[in-house]
């Protein structure tokens, strides 16, 4: 069985300053992760995922995570946030052998302060 | 535009008064899923289907139906809804129920009150 452990439920920062969301997941397979973003009223719609190859994964809105195997981490970093990446971050991981499904983390509410 | 499409948005409902929220998809894809939300729990999967007329249970099917009569619709049923069903209902979908990589597109949400 996966599991997927989102370590901060709320991260605020201030504009400009950089941030980082943490994500732990647990898996006895080899896995795929992912983290989704949810605008306020609005659907997820993906970030980024790590599928294999390098560790450093760069999604949209200069977003990047970097996948550590030794720690079975998947961090999410931003080195300069804008008060539009107010939102709230879903981790989540699937793996070969479980196409059908994914497991998503609690989240982690970002605020940006001016 | 390619997207996932849920009605109604918001549904404020009685204990035990049969609703259907309906989902809809325009990419042909194979697999569609319905999750629910709920504060500090993440997205938990009610039920999904890998193609026409095949359906399986999530994590939290209890209280809910599906059907897939259709490959574009995944409508979600409440045949009896209670108030712990109150909660953030979102639709998914994703081309190929055999690829884990594939990218997983939601709708709106629907945001279901149960008094």
């Known amino acids: 069985a996966q599991s997927v452990t989102q370590l901060d439920s709320q991260v605020p920062v201030f504009e400009e300053a950089p941030v980082e969301l943490r994500c732990n997941y647990s898996?006895?397979?080899?896995?795929?992760l992912f983290w989704y973003v949810q605008y306020p009223n609005q659907g997820l719609q993906l970030l980024l995922k790590?599928?294999?190859?390098?560790?450093l994964v760069k999604g949209i809105n200069g977003f990047e995570a970097e996948f550590n195997k030794s720690q079975t981490s998947f961090h999410l970093r931003k080195p300069s946030v804008h008060i539009s990446d107010t939102a709230e971050y879903f981790c989540?991981?699937?793996?070969?052998?479980?196409?059908?499904?994914?497991?998503f983390g609690s989240g982690t509410r970002l605020s940006i302060r001016p | 535009e390619a997207q996932v499409t849920q009605n109604p948005r918001y549904l404020i409902t009685v204990t035990g008064k049969k609703l259907t929220v309906t989902c809809s998809q325009n990419?042909?894809?194979?697999?569609m899923s319905w999750y629910r939300q709920d504060p500090g729990l993440g997205l938990r999967q009610i039920y999904y289907?890998?193609?026409?007329?095949?359906?399986d249970k999530g994590d939290v099917p209890e209280g809910y139906k599906v059907s897939r009569k259709e490959k574009r619709n995944f409508p979600l049923i409440l045949e009896s809804p209670s108030p712990n069903q109150t909660s953030l209902y979102f639709c998914?979908?994703?081309?190929?129920?055999?690829?884990?990589?594939?990218?997983?597109?939601f709708g709106p949400g629907t945001r279901l009150t149960v008094l």
């Open positions: 790590y599928l294999s190859g390098s560790t």
């Open positions: 898996s006895s397979v080899s896995v795929y």
């Open positions: 990419m042909n894809h194979e697999y």
């Open positions: 998914a979908s994703k081309f190929s129920v055999g690829s884990s990589t594939d990218t997983q597109y």
């Open positions: 289907s890998m193609n026409v007329e095949v359906t």
């Open positions: 989540a991981v699937t793996s070969y052998s479980s196409a059908s499904k994914i497991i």
